[in-house]
């Protein structure tokens, strides 16, 4: 297939791109936060806009939370269709003091855009819309019909696409999702990610005394919440790092030699590693190498932890209450619903008597992994090697995308996952940012998988 007009397209209009992509990061779309709906809304709609501007049929369908960004190439009947997910929801900026620029105001140096939400996940998309761009504009036939879609709540659960992709499944019926929401070890590294795990989230708040106390006058004889939560967190994980929860691990497929002989093939020094995270020395379950710890055994953390007086200077309380947020980072065959109720009743069994205890359940998805030995997976990993003109890896990842067990459930197609994030892009930390050059390879493998994978697929 004549790819050349398209790769000219992609080269000539660069400039152009990377514009874009700065006007799409200044909308804050922040899902996480409930005032920035208005955001939300506004950048919904500006991708909309541009899914139109570039030749596609677009539409907003409304949620019972942010609208639904679907857009689809013009129809060409017998074609195989494949389906690209993105998500326009950015996380949080805080704390904001830490950026070197303010995070909706993007900043290109060395060829890198700073930003909130230039990796994840605006600037990846937005690769696959500019090679689709690229196809329309040029007059160069797709082997395939193409729909995108763009949710605005990734970022916290992916709580209505669920029920999107049910009411709307005919429309949204495909051969196999895309979706550059992952990443890749290094620029030599392009990746084909086949196991992302899963999370499950809860909120435990223990109560003791009815208002915050006097902590000179009744302190002694009274429980204090914030020490009896730290005293229950803390056996929740022994000394070589496992998580103490009756049954936590009953489920864990385990890694098989080939898996860890592929996940030692990548690329690490430890000494870097450290110095990157910028800690003293690594911790992790104990017999496995940290890249498996990261990414194919599952964890348990504290994300938050609340209590007493958080402001300056000291004051004297026995507080009235404590909290946790606790998620758990879940791999195959491990169950969301499972793990929390073993560990919300291993909670509530440490709770001492001086408590009340309240448990909320949060979000939860569940882990992923497909065969890396697929035809689809192979096609995949073709279009990979010949962009990047280098040899591609199977990954497993540690981060989660819960929607594409959902693509499997409801729309019976397999998602490959082609990431373009490197790992020192700051994801979800200060200073994100997103490489251009990859930016511009991410479009050449996007135009150049859709004849890889339309060659392979069944229809
Ligand atoms: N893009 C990430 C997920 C990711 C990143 C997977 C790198 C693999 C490698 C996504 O935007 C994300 O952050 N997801 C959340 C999901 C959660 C809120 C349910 C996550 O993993 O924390
Ligand atoms: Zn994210």
């Known amino acids: 297939m004549e790819l050349a007009k398209v790769r000219q397209y992609l080269k000539e209009n660069h400039p152009r791109f990377v514009a874009e992509l700065g006007e799409y990061i200044r909308f804050a779309s922040i899902s996480a936060q409930p005032d920035h709906r208005p955001q939300m809304e506004a950048c919904a709609q500006w991708l909309r806009d541009h899914c139109e501007q570039i030749g596609l049929t677009a539409k907003l369908v409304p949620t019972p939370g942010n609208p639904v960004v679907v857009a689809k190439t013009p129809v060409q009947p017998g074609l195989p269709t494949f389906l690209v997910y993105g998500h326009y929801d950015v996380q949080p900026v805080d704390p904001l003091e830490l950026w070197q620029s303010k995070p909706f105001e993007p900043r290109v140096a060395k060829n890198v855009m700073y930003g909130r939400g230039t990796c994840d996940n605006k600037g990846q998309h937005l690769a696959h819309l500019n090679a689709i761009e690229a196809y329309l504009k040029t007059g160069t036939p797709l082997p395939c019909n193409l729909t995108f879609i763009c949710e605005g709540e990734e970022e916290v659960g992916s709580l ?107 690329p690490y020094k430890e000494a870097e590693y450290k110095k990157f995270l910028g800690v003293k020395t690594l911790f992790g379950e104990a017999g496995f190498t940290a890249w498996e710890q990261r990414t194919a055994r599952p964890t348990l953390e504290i994300n938050g932890l609340t209590s007493g007086y958080q402001g300056v200077g000291s004051k004297t309380i026995v507080p009235s209450w404590a909290s946790a947020k606790i998620t758990t980072r879940l791999v195959a065959n491990q169950k969301p619903k499972q793990v929390l109720k073993a560990v919300s009743d ?37 279009a990979l090697k010949s962009s990047f003109q280098c040899e591609p890896v199977l990954l497993r990842e540690g981060g989660s995308i819960p929607i594409v067990n959902d693509f499997k459930k409801i729309l019976k197609a397999d998602t490959l996952l082609l990431g373009l994030s490197l790992p020192d892009d700051n994801a979800h930390s200060p200073n994100e940012k997103f490489d251009l050059k990859i930016f511009a390879l991410g479009m050449q493998m996007s135009a150049t998988l859709w004849p890889e994978l339309a060659d392979k697929s069944s229809k």
């Not at 620029?187 to 499950?200: D, Q, S």
């Not at 229950?232 to 864990?252: C, H, N, S, W």
């Open 160 to 266: 209505n696409l669920a029920g999107f992709l049910q009411k709307h499944k005919a429309e949204l019926a495909c051969d196999a999702v895309v979706i550059s929401d992952t990443g890749m070890p290094s620029r030599k590294h392009p990746a084909l990610t086949y196991a992302l795990r899963g999370v499950a989230c809860l909120e435990v708040k223990l109560t003791g005394p009815s208002r915050d106390l006097h902590s000179g006058l009744f302190g002694g004889s009274v429980d204090n919440p914030a020490m009896a939560l730290c005293q229950m967190l803390a056996q929740l994980r022994d000394k070589k790092g496992r998580i103490t929860v009756p049954g936590f691990y009953e489920d864990v497929a385990a890694l098989s030699a080939f898996e860890r002989k592929q996940l030692a093939r990548l």
């Open 346 to 382: 291993h909670l509530k069994k440490l709770c001492p008597p001086t408590m009340k205890i309240a448990i909320e359940i949060g979000h939860a998805g569940d882990p992923y992994l497909m065969s890396p030995t697929s035809e689809l997976a192979q096609a995949a990993l073709r």
